[in-house]
DNA sequence: TATACGATCACCT
DNA sequence: GGTGATCGTATAC
């Protein structure tokens, strides 16, 4: 039984929207193609007191999207060259999200992909989680970039996210430090990366 | 208007 | 371990 996860799922504390993301499916649609990715790595980013958060110096054109309504994408560009995929969590107003770090596509996505990106043919198929670890890869990998900001991510198209299958054990949940974030004084001390053992 | 820099990645030593 | 690519955003002037 697949189910969207609904708004209620990503209006609750980000903390724990982001640790019961791990296992929950991201799934992509365009071009007649659908990729199912197990989400296995996330960062919360929580409140303008985080320092780490982009709404930590408050509301801008880019992170108004924080402040609206939870199960939202928020989709920025870094780096000049690649594209960050969150989920905004929290009631409206309260500015918070989750980055999506790693995804492992399904088999068949990657096959499909791989083809698609590579030119592969039949035969060679073979995992290619490397091609989703990290949040830079994965948006390349999904073709996210900032036309899907503010995306509804409830609507169960182009871009939304189905819940893990409650039969299957999920593996330990391993808490760390946040990447790529020294600037934030001793909110890089938080232990707010989430990411499945293995 | 100008400038500094970043929630990254690939490639180098 | 280190560095360059490359551009939107925030901030300073």
Not at 101 to 110: E, K, L, T
Not at 167 to 180: A, E, M, N, Q
Not at 188 to 194: C, T
Request: proline share 4%; with cysteine.
């Amino acid at each position: 039984m697949i189910k969207i996860l609904p708004r209620r799922f990503y209006n609750r504390h980000t903390l724990n929207v982001a640790k019961d993301l791990l296992g929950c499916f991201l799934l992509r649609e365009y071009g007649g193609k659908k990729i199912r990715a197990l989400i296995t790595e996330v960062e919360a980013y929580h409140g303008e007191d985080d320092l780490a958060c982009h709404a930590s110096r408050g509301r801008t054109p880019r992170t108004e999207v924080m402040y609206g309504q939870p199960g939202h994408a928020y989709v920025y560009m870094i780096y000049g060259m690649y594209h960050c995929l969150n989920i905004v969590t929290e009631k409206k107003d309260f500015p918070a999200a989750v980055l999506i770090r790693a995804v492992h596509p399904q088999s068949s996505s990657v096959a499909r992909s791989d083809r698609f990106i590579r030119g592969r043919t039949a035969g060679q198929h073979r995992e290619r989680t490397d091609l989703a670890y990290g949040p830079g890869k994965l948006c390349k990998f999904l073709k996210i970039d900032r036309k899907l900001n503010q995306w509804d991510l409830t609507k169960g198209d182009k871009l939304w996210l189905e819940a893990r299958n409650p039969k299957i054990k999920l593996p330990k949940i391993v808490k760390s430090r946040r990447i790529g974030i020294d600037y934030a004084q001793h909110c890089r001390e938080y232990l707010w990366r989430f990411s499945l053992k293995e």
